[in-house]
């Protein structure tokens, strides 16, 4: 079966720090990848989605980046964090556009 | 620009009673419609789906019914109990396109 995992689970970073979250799948082979931030107690954000390893599209310009390094390795990353960017980020997989999205666990990020 | 818009934005039900969330879409080109339950702190999870070619899909005490010409589709949560306290999400997507447009999100809370 699948699992999808994240990490950190909860991280507490100053204004101008940099910032990398990790996700991974396993259990399956070239995924669909999707980046998503929810504000407390508000609705999803797509952030970027990946079909394949080195291809990243965004959908929202910030001061926030992608890579996909590996076929099931998804990063997120900024140079400096803005207090804007504290929330909470969950990272999906799906293996065709015309099925579900799976969720991980989630990384809650609090800006200082 | 929502392209599915969810309502009520939060509901308050008695243990054994019917729980019903309505999303309404505006893009026709839409062909696959999924729901999300989310507890506090946690990835949301996909509960059930639908296909226009069908009206109603139940799965346990979870029921989609679907209305393609009035485009719209809701959940009911039969004889609700207070585990299934939590954020429900509803969705759209087209067969082609990697991304899933989310309605806004209901706040189900059953009392005991």
């Known amino acids: 079966s699948q699992t999808i995992h994240q990490w950190p689970a909860t991280l507490v970073q100053p204004v101008g720090s940099p910032l990398s979250l990790e996700c991974t799948v396993e259990?399956?082979?070239?995924?669909?990848l999707y980046w998503y931030r929810q504000a407390a107690g508000r609705g999803l954000q797509l952030l970027f989605y990946?079909?394949?390893?080195?291809?990243i599209s965004s959908e929202v310009p910030q001061n926030l980046s992608a890579s996909r390094p590996q076929d099931r390795q998804f990063i997120l990353s900024s140079k400096k964090l803005l207090l804007s960017d504290s929330g909470f980020y969950l990272c999906?997989?799906?293996?065709?556009?015309?099925?579900?999205?799976?969720f991980g666990p989630g990384t809650r990020l609090t800006v200082l | 620009q929502q392209q599915v818009k969810q309502s009520p934005q939060s509901l308050i039900v008695q243990k054994g009673g019917i729980s019903i969330i309505n999303c309404a879409y505006e893009?026709?080109?839409?062909?696959?419609f999924p729901w999300y339950q989310q507890f506090p702190g946690k990835g949301p999870a996909l509960l059930i789906a639908?296909?226009?070619?069908?009206s109603e899909k139940k799965e346990g005490r979870f029921t989609i019914s679907f209305n393609k010409s009035a485009k719209q589709f809701s959940l009911h949560i039969m004889d609700s109990q207070p585990g299934d306290s939590a954020t429900y999400f509803c969705?759209?997507?087209?067969?082609?396109?990697?991304?899933?447009?989310f309605g806004a999100g209901t706040t189900v809370t059953v009392r005991a």
């Open positions: 259990g399956t082979s070239n995924p669909n």
């Open positions: 969705a759209a997507s087209i067969s082609w396109d990697y991304k899933l447009s």
């Open positions: 999906a997989w799906s293996l065709t556009p015309s099925t579900g999205q799976f």
């Open positions: 639908i296909r226009p070619d069908v």
């Open positions: 893009n026709t080109a839409f062909d696959y």
């Open positions: 990946s079909v394949g390893i080195g291809q």
